[in-house]
């Protein structure tokens, strides 16, 4: 058995909207919300929490946040300030450990094990990283603390905002079982759905399937349900390496006929893409920009070109370029760039719209 970890993922509350809170208090007590404009049918990128209790969520159309809340206030993002922000956040976690893996501007795991810190105690070093977070960057973040990232990542949302859980070797078991299957890495709806058409809706009820069972049905990503229902996760925290690739795809309810039908997709695929590259915030810029393209029948091409600042204009070509070697209906598209010195195969990509599944 491998030796207990102390893990903590840490998530600041409301990210932008705090750092907008934190810069206009004015903006504390109403409901505010970070976004495109209604009129150019933008969508919601965040919203504080009196927002919240109006139903406003993260990717809504704004034009449905303004119909549900009518006095929400809306501001366009700023990078800039949000991203300064995310730097003295993880200039803090530094000061505990350099095992850090951020998922994005404000989210991060830390690997505490063997830390000096407040004693070596993971659940007070969680609890003088936010303290020092609201007192240093103005904004507050909430804490998971667990043996490892699965219970980790799932605890820091029990009690946000500006709270921390911790979830003992001990108390796995209590945590997990109740636990609604949907809440587990690598299930998104369409998943969700399958398994709950099967009867299964909480960890509880996974545990009652054998792994060969699991896999028959979900292939690899059973075989991790199998272990996740148990609160079992080895999955280390992955610090210091750098993002080598950053693509947004998307798979159509019903297949695109025609290079034309493809060519309508580029403008969404690009404004999200837009939008993933400025929240992750990589080191450096993009090298090669690609697109890829899954076929009806599941065969699949990738094109790229070496490409610094990629636009509509360079990912049109690549998909004028990159369709005829197939010419058939296309069931996914994607767009991305890789960063220098990356390998071309094993790229992370991050799931698009709310919704679609994750690669897992
Ligand atoms: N974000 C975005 N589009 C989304 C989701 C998030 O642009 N669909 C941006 C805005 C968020 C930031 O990323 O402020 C962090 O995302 P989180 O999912 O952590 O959401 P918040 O920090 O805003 O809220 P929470 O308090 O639930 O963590
Ligand atoms: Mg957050």
């Known amino acids: 058995m491998n030796a207990p970890r102390k893990i903590i ?9 705090s750092v907008e809170m934190r ?21 919601i990128a965040t919203c504080n929490y009196p927002a919240r209790t109006f139903g406003v969520r993260s990717a809504m159309p704004t034009s449905r946040a303004l119909r549900l809340c009518p006095t929400l206030v809306l501001l366009p993002p700023d990078f800039e300030r949000y991203r300064a922000a995310s730097r003295a956040v993880h200039r803090i976690f530094r000061d505990y450990t350099d095992r850090i893996e951020p998922l994005s501007l404000d989210e991060a795991y830390l690997d505490v094990t063997g830390c000096d810190a407040c004693h070596g105690s993971a659940t007070l070093i969680a609890r003088e990283i936010r303290a020092r977070i609201e007192a240093e960057v103005g904004i507050t973040a909430s804490a998971g603390v667990a043996g490892n990232k699965l219970i980790a990542k799932i605890a820091s949302d029990w009690n946000k905002p500006n709270g921390q859980l911790v979830v003992t070797p001990a108390e ?7 636990l609604p299957v ?47 229902c148990r609160g079992d996760d080895n999955r280390p925290v992955e610090g210091g390496g750098r993002r080598k690739s950053l693509s947004v795809e998307h798979t159509y309810p019903r297949d695109l006929p025609a290079l034309d039908d493809c060519l309508a997709q580029l403008p969404r695929l690009l404004a999200d893409f837009t939008q993933r590259l400025a929240r992750a915030d990589p080191d450096e810029p993009p090298h090669k920009a690609f697109v890829k ?16 600042a990629p636009d509509a204009a360079v990912f049109e070509r690549l998909l004028r370029d990159a369709w005829p070697r197939g010419q058939r209906p296309v069931r996914l598209l994607g767009i991305g760039v890789r960063f220098a010195d990356a390998a071309p195969v094993t790229d992370p990509t991050l799931p698009l719209w709310l919704g679609d599944e994750p690669v897992v």
Request: charged share 20%.
């Open 182 to 228: 949907d809440k587990l890495w690598g299930v998104g709806k369409v998943t969700a759905q399958r398994l709950h058409q099967l009867g299964l809706h909480t960890c509880a009820d996974l545990r009652g399937w054998s792994q060969q069972a699991l896999v028959t049905r979900f292939g690899k990503l059973g075989r991790s349900l199998y272990h996740q």
């Open 23 to 43: 810069d206009d208090p004015s903006l504390r007590d109403v409901p505010l919300a970070i976004g495109g404009a209604a009129d150019r049918r933008g969508v």
């Open 293 to 308: 393209i899954k076929y009806h029948d599941f065969t699949q091409t990738t094109m790229e070109c070496v490409c610094a």
């Open 172 to 178: 796995v078991d209590a945590f997990i079982s109740p």
């Open 9 to 17: 993922h840490i998530d600041c509350d409301c990210f932008y909207a």
